[in-house]
């Protein structure tokens, strides 16, 4: 499922022959230690900090109202080719909510950060409702409209979000719909990978990726030149590529469906898949490379967080779903989260990214920011609908952590009270956020539980 690379099928068949019992001689390649590519972490930090410390705090937050309801239009067209087919597995379905079961706080202005801000738009709802003239607003009131709606049709996203006010936009709940092994994969699935890397990674159609159909015989020797000789903020849109393709996969691994009889199904880790897509040997030196990306966009995202701790530490600010008591607790948490986010001693130097002349890297920038926002509209070409809105939302987590790092200036100008106007994120972006670094989170997790299992083969 997601993944293109199917050619180490037959190795890794005859690696698990040479486990059964009675077999000798089996050797497991799975070597992911020390410091990462341009960062001052390394692998055995990052490990001992998310497995014991802020994983299971984010597992605790992710299952509260706020964060398991995300509104998506999975009924959007592909904009890139002709392809109406869709996945017919039903581990494929997503089976969203009737708008009873979505708590009224979030139904109600789900578009909006705060509960400050949904009594706003309802004012500005009502008035319109009853054909009331711009004067009956206050003066302060209009110039909060005016900035959302700059805000909501600003520049800075990274993403192209739906409209969540489209009647194809549902209510999904997350812990209902998981990320696991749906059995999509083939050509159609290969197909989105490749316009993902092949059109929107910054690198000429005559370098081949390693392991991709016509790549040569040099290992990716070619393509690791290249990636070594281009800018930092490219070689790290890369990497953010690779190490998001990579959790994906980590997922599917260990959520695979290990059993479907009529009376049951099993889900669970299958070490011959994760081999398949991650072992040294079976994968030529690819593996381990994709797993560090992963780390990599472990600290991107966990940077992010740390950054936007002054929003978010508002006392305006509000988790809102209409439960007083229960969304004052769930703030305390995720400010938790986000101290604890603060607190880690290796965090990634975001400063690195678009320095030198000024002009040129504004360029730089929003050639980034227009790749990554093409990568977004792929989501909607995905055939299997389960691996669609977990494509979209963990795409749309990933900008709105980009948002955060490059919008730094406006974070720090952001007041103690009072609205946030030069600087915001709405509850679609904040979900997503906290959605798509726990899914990061819980990859990191589940390869100790696969370090694990291989360990005692």
């Known amino acids: 499922a997601w993944d293109e690379e199917r050619h180490t099928e037959f190795c890794c068949n005859r690696l698990l022959l040479s486990s059964w019992p009675g077999r000798t001689g089996c050797r497991t390649h799975l070597k992911v230690t020390g410091y990462l590519d341009d960062c001052t972490c390394d692998v055995e930090t990052i490990d001992a900090f998310n497995n014991y410390k802020l994983f299971p705090r984010l597992n605790e937050l992710l299952e509260s109202d706020y964060f398991r309801y995300y509104k998506v239009n999975l009924k959007k067209p592909c904009p890139f080719w002709n392809d109406s087919s869709h996945c017919g597995i039903r581990d494929c379905a997503v089976k969203p909510c009737p708008s009873n079961e979505v708590p009224d706080g979030i139904r109600s202005g789900s578009y909006k950060y705060s509960e400050e801000a949904n009594n706003l738009a309802e004012e500005c709802e009502e008035a319109e409702r009853l054909g009331a003239v711009d004067g009956s607003l206050s003066e302060e009131t209009l110039e909060a409209v ?158 992010a967080l740390s950054k936007a701790l002054p929003f978010f530490e508002r006392p305006g600010f509000q988790l809102y779903t209409g439960n007083k008591i229960q969304d004052a607790e769930i703030k305390n948490l995720l400010l938790e989260i986000l101290h604890l986010a603060k607190s880690f001693p290796l965090h990634f130097d975001e400063n690195s990214f678009f320095a030198g002349n000024q002009k040129e890297a504004a360029k730089l920038k929003e050639e980034f920011r227009l790749h990554f926002k093409n990568i977004s509209k792929i989501m909607d070409c995905v055939g299997c609908f389960k691996c669609r809105l977990w494509g979209k939302l963990q795409t749309q987590g990933l900008g709105t952590a980009l948002k955060i790092l490059f919008s730094e200036n406006l974070i720090e100008k952001i007041p103690e009270s009072g609205p946030s106007y030069g600087f915001q994120l709405t509850r679609q972006e904040i979900v997503a956020l906290f959605n798509a670094f726990g899914r990061i989170s819980t990859s990191v997790k589940e390869l100790e539980n696969f370090r694990n299992i291989l360990q005692n083969m």
């Open 146 to 303: 005016l900035r959302w709606t700059r805000h909501d049709d600003s520049s800075d996203s990274f993403c192209e979000v739906d409209d969540i006010h489209s009647p194809d936009a549902e209510y999904v709940d997350l812990l209902l719909n998981p990320e696991r092994y749906t059995g999509y994969k083939g050509p159609d699935a290969w197909k989105i990978w490749n316009s993902i890397y092949e059109e929107n990674c910054f690198k000429p159609q005559t370098v081949k990726r390693p392991l991709a159909s016509g790549r040569g015989d040099d290992e990716g020797r070619t393509f690791y030149n290249w990636l070594k000789g281009v800018c930092v903020e490219k070689r790290a849109f890369y990497r953010l590529v690779s190490g998001l393709h990579a959790s994906i996969n980590i997922h599917l691994s260990a959520r695979y469906l290990l059993q479907d009889t009529w009376s049951e199904k099993k889900w669970g880790p299958n070490v011959t898949e994760f081999q398949q897509r991650f072992d040294e040997v079976l994968t030529r030196g690819e593996g381990p490379r994709r797993l560090k990306n992963l780390y990599f966009l472990y600290l991107i995202e966990l940077r």
